[in-house]
């Protein structure tokens, strides 16, 4: 059984950082791309950041760009997502989600687990 489990939201202040961490269990970590993805209270569910099944290939999205990096860690199982410069319009609840392969994309529809998701408040 695939299992995704988010960690490390919070509340930070505006410019501040944080890093987000997702385990992933139940198929081969090196097979499957994995993305997070996040979604504001009232608005859809919006792509931030994918990384390959091998880890060369990183997609961001336009807001993401420069302030957020992805990586991923194969003895663990682990994606992270580090968050710079956090900004209020960062508030989220982000998700993490593994996909039906190793290209990482930015289409929902790519990816067919999902973690629970974890919550990130950044004040003004």
Not at 10 to 35: D, E, K, N, P
Not at 57 to 74: E, L, M, N, P, V
Request: charged fraction near 20%.
């Amino acid at each position: 059984q695939v299992q995704v489990v988010e960690s490390g939201g919070g509340l930070v202040q505006a410019g501040g950082s944080l890093r987000l961490s997702c385990a992933a269990s139940g198929r081969t970590f090196s097979s499957y791309a994995m993305a997070w993805f996040r979604q504001a209270p009232g608005k859809e569910r919006e792509f931030v950041a994918a990384i390959g099944g091998s880890g060369g290939t990183r997609y961001f999205s336009d807001s993401a760009k420069g302030r957020f990096t992805i990586s991923r860690d194969y003895a663990k199982n682990t994606v992270y997502l580090q968050m710079n410069s956090l900004k209020p319009e960062d508030t989220a609840v982000y998700y993490c989600a593994t996909a039906r392969d190793h290209i990482p994309n930015s289409d929902i529809r790519a990816y067919d687990y999902w973690g629970q998701g974890t919550q990130v408040t950044v004040s003004s």
